[in-house]
């Protein structure tokens, strides 16, 4: 069964520095990959996704991914946070043909500081 | 972008009775919903998927009699917890299925005393 990896439970960065979140997934061949934000009383937003083509992809709110295939990576970044961005970062993935199904990270916390 | 509403946000109720937690989709028509479930500090794990008109898709170790699950339009779902017990507490999420991606509900914190 495929899993999803995101080895930083917390993370803490400054305002204005660059973050970069962690996610390996562990498939046999390339699914879907997503980001998604979740902050307290909201539902998960998604911030970018990956499907084929361009390996670098541009998503909402400045935060854009880069997928490894020989990594099995998809890690988010952005160059400068935004306090605002303090929230919970999941990774997840979706099988093709697997009917949508999505499975999720365990979740990497964001706090920023000011 | 796309909303899906769920109600109520958080409930809590005695020991041994049944909840009921809508989920719907309010600008668009989804013929498949997903249930989550997040213990806290941990990741969603999906319950089951819900087909409009049909029945839905339990995940191995869910229990079908008791987290039972309706799609009877393309703009809602409802998963009713029955008889409920404290290890039932949790946060129940749900999803709609959209153009290229899921659209998640805001999620309903259920406490079982």
């Known amino acids: 069964a495929q899993s999803v990896t995101q080895p930083d439970i917390h993370i803490t960065v400054s305002e204005g520095a660059s973050l970069e979140l962690r996610c390996n997934y562990s498939?046999?061949?390339?699914?879907?990959l997503f980001w998604y934000v979740q902050s307290p009383g909201q539902g998960l937003q998604l911030l970018l996704k990956?499907?084929?083509?361009?390996?670098l992809v541009q998503g909402i709110k400045g935060f854009e991914a880069e997928f490894k295939r020989s990594q099995s990576s998809f890690n988010l970044r952005k160059p400068s946070v935004h306090w605002s961005d303090a929230a919970e970062y999941f990774c997840?993935?979706?099988?093709?043909?697997?009917?949508?199904?999505?499975?999720f990270g365990t979740g990497t916390q964001l706090k920023v500081e000011l | 972008g796309a909303v899906v509403s769920q109600h109520p946000s958080r409930v809590i109720c005695k020991s041994g009775t049944s909840v009921k937690i809508e989920c719907r989709s309010l600008?668009?028509?989804?013929?498949?919903m997903f249930w989550y479930r997040q213990f806290p500090k941990q990741s969603l794990m999906l319950m089951a998927t819900?087909?409009?008109?049909?029945?839905?898709?339990?995940e191995q170790g869910v229990e079908k009699d008791k987290f039972l699950i309706n799609h009877a339009s393309l703009t809602l779902s409802t998963l009713t917890v029955t008889s409920a017990h404290p290890e039932d507490s949790s946060f129940y999420i749900c999803?709609?299925?959209?153009?290229?991606?899921?659209?998640f509900g805001p999620g309903t914190r259920l406490l079982v005393l």
């Open positions: 999803s709609a299925n959209g153009q290229e991606t899921q659209y």
């Open positions: 498939y046999g061949a390339t699914p879907y």
């Open positions: 990956y499907f084929s083509g361009d390996t």
């Open positions: 997840a993935v979706e099988i093709t043909g697997g009917g949508n199904k999505l499975t």
């Open positions: 600008d668009f028509q989804a013929t498949t």
């Open positions: 819900s087909n409009e008109g049909s029945k839905a898709t339990y």
